[in-house]
């Protein structure tokens, strides 16, 4: 042992080897762990790849189609299997009774005269047993073949191994999907080798088999790509970012690559998300029955109209799930989604979105413009006059609010000229109420400024204040439900605030409005109009139409006027939608609730509905021609007195008079879902809803359970 107690390992304590002299001995570096502690291992791509992977075969409006199985349009006919056992074991006692009989001799010996007729004696009687032997049984075993085969076929024993031998079996339990070829498989990005950017392709594909790739990054990188396919973008340029940056490349203007949290089952490749599942019910086609529902932008492009009473679920399980969605194909690039609910209706957290906008809260970072972001005053005094006035309008689709967008130009038109932007709230309720001291600053000012048409204008205006009927008090009362301490600092126009405007919808971005229903009811109604006609007008002038735009609004209560259902009406050419959710159909006037539901494509009514609601639905989905069958029990009357005798005996057994069943089958037109069935058929959770697609596709109404 040496002087500081360590053995030397070359030599003993009986024969110690002297240590040489020399430096100390420095003990060698453990190698550094590949990441600190508690850092998880890096994920592989093999979750990402299987749901790329994953077959989603065409279907019909409204299928998920992630993972579906296609069933067949009707429904095979399948025999109960009590019924189709008991008929297979008489099948084969009936097989072991005739063979049993043949065996035995009791049907004599016709059955093996084949055998005689069709074979030489010299092999039927010779001295080699063993051949005759094979020759004899051979032809016993072909005949017991034979029975049973007819026998099997009586018993429909082929059917029994489909429904409980291995076949169902390995249709339970889920097999391994087969890797695809490089050529076929999306991992691998053919679409980009096919057009000379392997490079890109390349650098792609290790992205996702090293797990650094999410589904929002494929779904970003194949709108990018079909940019460079439709000419908006060129392929250097597309090379070259996804070179450098991977499945960063072609980033959403937030940065974001995914949304904080998810609620419901995305499919991005298919734009689609799970609503829930089509009910197993005779009342749906049978290809739909146990399907999920999957909603995507060529559904909603023909805009969804949700009808519910309270707490039957629509924003949490139809609004939620949507703007969700719409969200992750924003972020995609795909889409512009603007949410407009009350404050707390749990729309989804703030970090879902772009732009916040909290009217009433003095902590909103953004401002909503109420004249949308146009110059023009016209534009402006005709989406005005809508938010302020469109629910008095006569309520039939020829009725509109051309005087109140007149009194509006007339004014805004000056005081732009004067004053280089359109008036504030108190500003334009001075000038709508004819305020003395503004009408005449803002003469003056026209008058300096040369504008003689514009002086014509408001010369007009003033007169018109003088006339019984003048719209112009009607604006200045709606106008003051804005002019309240609660919105001071809302709707300025002054350029000190970061007002929103829906012209933004040319971009793919993501908006939340919180409307302050609570104590400003009817002013959260006059917004949402406003934000409704902004989106209406916005869309149709927008030039890049690829991109998919939607409103949803939680709550379209006093929102439908005859100049939205027009404007709904036209958004289907503009690849665009709405969203609206109704508590009852009575909260539209009753000229306007046909057409609105034949402006939206897609129709839904959740369970609770009241029976007149449900007699609007049940109209607009119309009739169906159906097989009735009538059954008829009709007694028989025996004439001979043994039948009577038997039909005396018969009684006494069963209890029942003999009778003679007739069955008559004959088609009836009949309601698809009537206004009972609505308003008492319909489960807790589930709704029936049915679909039109843009290309005009339709699905007939489907029973849907939305819880699952």
Known sequence: MDSDGTHDARGTHANPVPRPAGPPEVPAMPPRPPAGPGVPPMPDGSAFLTWLRTPRPEAAPGMWRFGHRPRPEEEPEQIPTRQLLSGALIAFLVGWLVWSLLWNGYLGGWWVLPLELFTPDSWRHSDDRVGNAILWYGYYVLI?????????RLGRWGEIWRRFGPPAWNRAVPTSERV???????????????????????????????????????????????????GRHSLATFTGAVLQEGARACPHPSGERDLPTRLAHHDLVTGQVRLGTTADDARNPYAYRGTGLGLGPDLLGTSLLAVGPAGSGKTGTVVRPLAESLCLHALAGRAAVVVVGAAGAGLGPADSYDVVVQIGNPDSVYDLDLYGGTSDPDEAAAVLAEALVGDLAEPHQGGDTRRSTTVLAQLLGPFRAVHGRFPSVPELRQLLDGAAAPLAALRQGLQDAGQESLLRELDARERQMSHPGDVGGVLADRVALLDRPAFAGFFDTSGQSRPFSLKAVDHPVRVRVDLPQRGHADASKMLARLVLAQFTASVAV????????????????????????????????????????????????????????????????????????????????????????DVTDRQIIAETPAGKALHMVRRVITGK????????????????????????????????????NVKGEHAPPLLVDLRG
Do not use: Y
């Not at 017991?144 to 099997?152: D, H, Q």
């Not at 890109?200 to 797990?211: T, V």
């Not at 939680?554 to 690849?575: F, H, K, M, Y």
């Not at 959740?606 to 029976?611: D, K, N």
């Open 144 to 152: 017991a073949f034979t029975i049973m085969l007819v026998v099997g």
């Open 180 to 230: 695809p070829t490089p050529e076929q498989d999306p991992a691998e990005w053919p679409q980009l080798r096919a057009a000379g950017a392997a490079d890109a392709a390349e650098r792609l594909a290790a992205e996702a088999r090293a797990g650094l790739m999410r589904d929002v990054d494929h779904a970003r990188i194949t709108r990018a790509w079909q940019g460079v396919r439709s």
């Open 542 to 629: 927008r030039e890049d139409r690829s991109l998919f735009a939607c409103l949803v609004l939680d709550d379209a209560t006093g929102v439908v006027t005859p100049e939205a259902v027009r404007g709904i009406q036209r958004l289907r050419s503009g690849n665009a939608g709405v969203v609206l959710t109704l508590r009852t159909l009575d909260d539209v006037p009753r000229p306007l609730r046909g057409p609105l539901l034949g402006a939206t494509g897609c129709r839904m009514a959740l369970s609770g509905l009241t029976p007149w609601d449900g007699q609007d639905f049940a109209e607009v989905w119309g009739k169906e021609w159906i097989d009735a069958t």
């Open 657 to 692: 008079a003999p009778t003679a069943r007739a069955v008559t089958v004959r088609q009836v037109e009949r309601e698809r879902w009537s206004a009972s069935e609505l308003a008492h058929g319909v489960p807790p959770g589930h709704a029936v809803l049915s679909l039109t």
